[in-house]
């Protein structure tokens, strides 16, 4: 069964740092664009980083120099080092496969077609 | 950057009515890097689209998805009461845009 399970997740003060895990189940992380996805209470979902097949990683904006994706290949798991906490960064955190193939050097997207149950993470004094 | 706006914000409508749903793109974009997600409280999103209308493993033909350009539509022909939930669009890009959400309630 293909499966992402989250954890790491916990209530953090300002300024401390957390990191995520994202374990796989069915299908090979480094052969995936894997993605984190949060969502602040109440409110919409933010994309905040990928990694790429082939090593590559992006940051949302609030998140750059702050927050580092990677990856074990041989735990077949995604992780996010998540650093300099913020009271905004309180969320639930979403790992994801990004869906997608190359035909040549053109890559089509299919969507973010797996997804974990989320881990709550609480930044707060 | 580009910025997805999706409209309305909120969608009241019955079981068996027909629903539409925007998503708006800030400029042109692919539609191959179109998706639309459902979704319901305490759980995580659903693929419903991608490639702006094509639909995921698993889900009913009720759901379409249209557009291009900037325009992009996501349609529920009949809606079930399962229906009920909240709607992104996402655009894959140089980063993973999601728009702010759509929320379908019961009339």
């Known amino acids: 069964e293909v499966q992402l399970v989250e954890s790491g997740g916990g209530l953090i003060q300002p300024g401390g740092s957390l990191r995520l895990s994202c374990a796989a189940s069915?299908?090979?992380?480094?052969?995936?664009?894997m993605s984190w996805v949060r969502q602040a209470p109440g409110k919409g979902l933010e994309w905040v980083s990928v990694?790429?097949?082939?090593?590559?990683?992006y940051y949302a904006d609030s998140v750059k120099g702050r927050f580092t994706i990677s990856r074990d290949n041989s735990k077949n798991t995604l992780y996010l080092q998540m650093n300099s906490l913020r009271a905004e960064d309180t969320a639930v955190y979403y790992c994801?496969?990004?869906?997608?193939?190359?035909?040549?050097?053109?890559?089509?997207?299919?969507?973010?077609?797996?997804w974990g149950q989320g881990t709550t993470v609480t930044v707060s004094s | 950057e580009i910025v997805l706006t999706q409209s309305p914000g909120t969608l009241s409508l019955s079981p068996g009515e027909r629903a539409t749903l925007s998503c708006r793109a800030s400029?042109?974009?692919?539609?191959?890097?179109l998706a639309w997600y459902q979704q319901k409280p305490g759980q995580a999103p659903r693929l419903l689209i991608y490639?702006?209308?094509s639909r995921a493993t698993g889900i009913p033909d009720r759901f379409s998805g249209s557009g291009s350009g900037t325009d992009f539509t996501l349609t529920i022909s009949r809606l079930e009461p399962e229906d009920f939930a909240v709607y992104y669009c996402?655009?894959?890009?140089?980063?993973?845009?999601f728009g702010q959400g759509t929320r379908l309630e019961i009339k």
């Open positions: 994801a496969r990004d869906s997608g193939s190359y035909w040549g050097s053109v890559f089509y997207y299919y969507g973010m077609d797996v």
């Open positions: 996402q655009h894959y890009g140089s980063s993973f845009t």
């Open positions: 400029q042109s974009v692919s539609s191959s890097y």
């Open positions: 490639g702006a209308s």
């Open positions: 069915g299908f090979t992380v480094s052969s995936n664009y």
């Open positions: 990694i790429y097949s082939g090593g590559s990683t």
